[in-house]
């Protein structure tokens, strides 16, 4: 940066030096600039400012003006950037994870997906009771889940779902899970953000608990909003294999499928755990085979096994550390190529996709890596 001085018809120039030191904490890496100041004051005749300050440029290309040590004037240092540190990377790095809280995360780094898939709170852990296994238990999920305003939930549902648009390409899309206890405040939130929602997918629960109390009718349902990040620009549907997977006829925006099996507990279990066969749906139907999917709301990652086992590559990002635990687990129980086989067995819609689909890790195509 050069400075006139009109006093003493003398140019003052500083000098910026900047490097990077990278120092690591148990969650993040942080990148810090240090920057320091130089200054020095030399004279040149000139006919005009213009002239003198491209006198003294010219002079310092050549090196017949050099700062030193003796021009030093300050320093100062600031936060440049910062990233996830990894809580586990699988072998080929296909599958990726971070643990924290999703509204700082999505913050510290920079990548584009091709699909996101989100389970966030749905706000109805309130007492409520249900019926498993022949047992009254209680619904309540655990402290992220109890209930809000309206207004908070609003709040909550905008800001997440403006950080994800930011971490989409123009031609991605997002499926999020709900009921109604959330799914019109998200749906509001997408259309105010500029989303284009492209279907409403009613999951119909083969196998869904009894309604104890007999005075309204059985819960079977969930739904899952699909929508596109931008309103003009194509997004992609494999049309032709959804319809290969519906028997040739095309396929509808209404899904029977059961809800989690016990083959899909063989690690332990999330309390809102979504089923393999309904990730996998949505993963062929919008993405292609080596595609990023991110799932802020990771849980115990249901959407990174259903990725890998589709031959896409997943980012996970959750704040606790049991299902961190448990996401791990999972992800390394798929390394066996028995348990692989066994959970291709139970996906119908993978049973046309005999060859092994885990992606190849020297693939230059898929070298970056989010975080």
């Known amino acids: 940066m050069i400075f006139f001085d009109h006093k003493s018809q003398s140019l003052i120039y500083s000098g910026f030096l900047k490097y990077f030191d990278i120092l690591l904490c148990p969650n993040m890496e942080y990148q810090i600039e240090i920057k320091e100041s ?33 021009c030093f004037t300050s ?3 600031s936060i440049r950037g910062c990233k996830p540190r990894p809580y586990y990377k699988s072998p080929n790095n296909d599958f990726i994870l971070a643990q924290g809280d999703c509204f700082k995360l999505l913050k510290e780094f920079d ?5 996101i898939f989100a389970d966030p709170p749905y706000f109805l852990s309130n007492g409520g009771i249900s019926l498993q296994s022949g047992n009254v238990v209680c619904v309540d999920k655990g402290e992220w889940d ?13 800001e997440w779902l403006r950080l994800c648009r930011d971490k989409l390409k123009d031609n991605g899309t997002i499926w999020i899970s709900g009921t109604y206890h959330n799914i019109f405040s998200v749906a509001n939130c997408l259309t105010e953000l500029g989303y284009k929602i492209l279907n409403v997918i009613t999951w119909e629960k083969t196998n869904p608990p009894v309604n104890i109390s007999c005075r309204y009718f059985k819960y079977s349902t969930e739904f899952v909003i699909w929508a596109r990040k931008m309103r003009k620009v194509p997004h992609k549907f494999n049309y032709e294999l959804m319809k290969e997977l519906n028997g040739g006829k095309q396929m509808s925006d209404v899904w029977r499928m059961p809800a989690i099996g016990r ?31 991110l799932d802020p709301f990771s849980g115990s990652s249901t959407t990174g096994i259903a990725a890998n086992l589709c031959g896409r590559r997943f980012a996970g990002l959750e704040q606790d550390e049991e299902f961190c635990k448990l996401s791990k687990a999972r992800r390394e129980e798929i390394e066996n190529l028995e348990d692989y086989d066994n959970m291709i067995n139970h996906i119908e819609d993978l049973h046309i996709f005999r060859k092994n689909f885990m992606v190849k890790e020297d693939a230059n195509v898929y070298a970056q890596i989010p975080f």
Request: aromatic content about 10%.
């Open 38 to 70: 130089l200054q020095r004051v030399t004279t040149v005749s000139a006919a005009s400012e213009f002239e003198a300050v491209e006198l003294v440029r010219q002079y310092y290309k050549e090196e017949r003006i050099i700062l030193d040590a003796g």
């Open 75 to 77: 320093v100062d240092f």
């Open 111 to 115: 990548f584009k997906f091709d699909m």
């Open 146 to 158: 109890k209930g809000k305003s309206q207004e908070d939930m609003m709040a909550f549902n905008m």
């Open 263 to 293: 083959w899909e507990k063989t690690c332990g279990k999330h309390p809102t755990q979504k089923p393999l066969r309904l990730l996998v749906r949505m993963i062929l139907a919008s993405t292609n085979q080596g595609d990023w999917i």
